[in-house]
């Protein structure tokens, strides 16, 4: 989302480098830089004309004018200063005393609120907690059906009441199905509205009473830019928002929402969707996410989505093999499927410290989702003793798998070189000869 954003801020950095030092006019004209690059993102006037002074005080007072590295100053002010508009700290979803813990999700409709729900669902019991979805919309049959086929796919319980049901006796029904199944967590999916009137505030009111939430996260669409910031003021005045969700951060929106709506609401942001799939729900770090907008990469996310696709048995597996050279192309497949899941290859190279700079320059099909789909076709194409002794794949071997895959006979060759160059890199890792088996691994 922040790719324009990304690149115009580097601009700025680089002809701040190609300096030995800078004056305050280098530094005036850096700002105003930054400036309008904030504003084309649409990022709040308020917020960026605080942003602006903000790095303004902290250059001048850190004397940057005077630095033998002014370029490193400067990256590093203005990391600290898009920290603080995101909120600072990580924000944290609050527990209840006792149990169910009672998440309320409010949103325009649109914003992608019944899918986060059920996003929030996987994330929750993946944290070893057990969740209850709620279907509070009982008028709108389309909602309700919509989360109930959510929760089968995920086999994730949901509660869905009668569309004559009062939002007490959604309530009082829905807690006792939580206390029935033992559920941690019970996240209500309420109405998604159109404008917010009086009388559809007035419905969020009594919903609100009724279930008592310890939490009330705001699903907002970050593509809608400032829509999304008077949104969360307008719902904050009839509930009160302990949270907020954005949506749609894989979008190609110039999105100034996620960097406006901290600052001017108050409200801090608690998770980001950054897909479609069931597991593109990350929690919000300001930290992280400020890297990536300077396009400093963020290794942190990049391990943890590594870690949930790595049990400590496939990583001691997957040692031994490497210590006996014994990888096959099974292997491979492996690694490239669970490549696959953790995300968009164009959003995991963001992820890298570096990459953001060079991406553009990057050989497409280096970093194509199809690349990855070619690999496989070509991997599922060889017989059970292809894959487990490649040598025995000779010329004629070669064409078949290429027809099989529908791809040709250099695109096979190329995988197989990928694969004898990965494989000696393994050895030598595992065997000491290189460098230390990653911790990205561990």
């Known amino acids: 989302m922040f790719e324009s954003l990304t690149d115009k801020l580097q601009g700025v950095f680089r002809r701040l480098g190609g300096r030995g030092t800078i004056t305050e006019k280098d530094l005036e004209e ?76 409010v949103g ?16 929750l019991r993946r944290q070893g907690e057990g969740p209850l979805m709620v279907a509070a919309d009982p008028e709108r049959v389309a909602a309700v059906e ?69 939490e009330v996260l705001l699903v907002a669409d970050a593509m809608t830019g400032q829509e999304a910031v008077h949104a969360a003021e307008e719902f904050n005045k009839v509930v009160p928002l302990t949270g907020l969700i954005l949506t749609k951060l894989d979008g190609d929106a110039r999105g100034g929402a996620a960097l406006s709506i901290r600052a001017v609401t108050g409200i801090p942001i608690k998770f980001v969707g950054t897909g479609e799939k069931a597991d593109a729900l990350e929690a919000f770090y300001p930290d992280r996410f400020a890297s990536r907008i300077l396009g400093m990469g963020d290794v942190l996310t990049l391990i943890e989505r590594a870690k949930e696709q790595l ?48 991406k553009n320059r990057l050989n ?13 076709a070509i991997i599922y194409s060889m017989t059970k003793d292809e894959r487990r002794d490649p040598a025995i794949i000779d010329g004629s071997r070669r064409r078949r798998i290429a027809r099989g895959s529908g791809t040709t006979p250099a695109d096979v060759n190329r995988l197989l070189k990928q694969y004898h160059e990965a494989k000696r890199i393994m050895q030598m890792i595992s065997t000491g000869r290189g460098t230390k088996i990653s911790p990205f691994l561990r």
Request: proline share 4%; hydrophobic share 45%.
């Open 30 to 105: 850096a700002l105003r830089e930054v400036r309008l690059a904030l504003l084309e993102a649409d990022v709040h006037y308020k917020v960026v004309r605080e942003f602006v002074q903000g790095v303004r005080e902290r250059a001048l007072g850190a004397d940057v004018t005077k630095s033998l590295t002014p370029m490193q100053q400067v990256i590093d002010i203005v990391n600290q200063q898009t920290i603080e508009v995101l909120g600072g700290g990580h924000s944290r979803l609050e527990k209840s005393k006792a149990p169910p813990t009672v998440i309320m999700l």
């Open 311 to 358: 049990t400590d048995e496939d990583v001691d597996s997957l040692t031994e093999r490497m210590k006996k050279g014994a990888l096959t192309l099974d292997d491979f497949l492996q690694q490239y499927q669970r490549i696959k899941r953790m995300g968009p290859l164009n959003q995991l190279i963001g992820l890298v410290p570096g990459f953001a700079q060079i």
């Open 364 to 376: 497409t099909d280096e970093i194509d989702e199809s690349f990855l789909m070619q690999s496989e």
């Open 146 to 214: 919509q989360l109930v086929a959510l929760g089968k796919q995920l086999n994730v319980p949901v509660f869905a009441p009668q569309a004559s049901a009062r939002p007490d006796q959604i309530a009082k029904q829905a807690l006792a199905e939580a206390q029935r199944a033992g559920a941690a967590s019970v996240i209500v999916d309420t109405v998604g509205y159109v404008q917010l009137d009086a009388q559809a505030l007035s419905g969020l009111e009594r919903l609100y009473r009724a279930f008592a939430p310890t």
């Open 108 to 123: 325009l409709k649109g914003s992608g609120k019944t899918t986060t729900a059920a996003k929030l669902a996987l994330h």
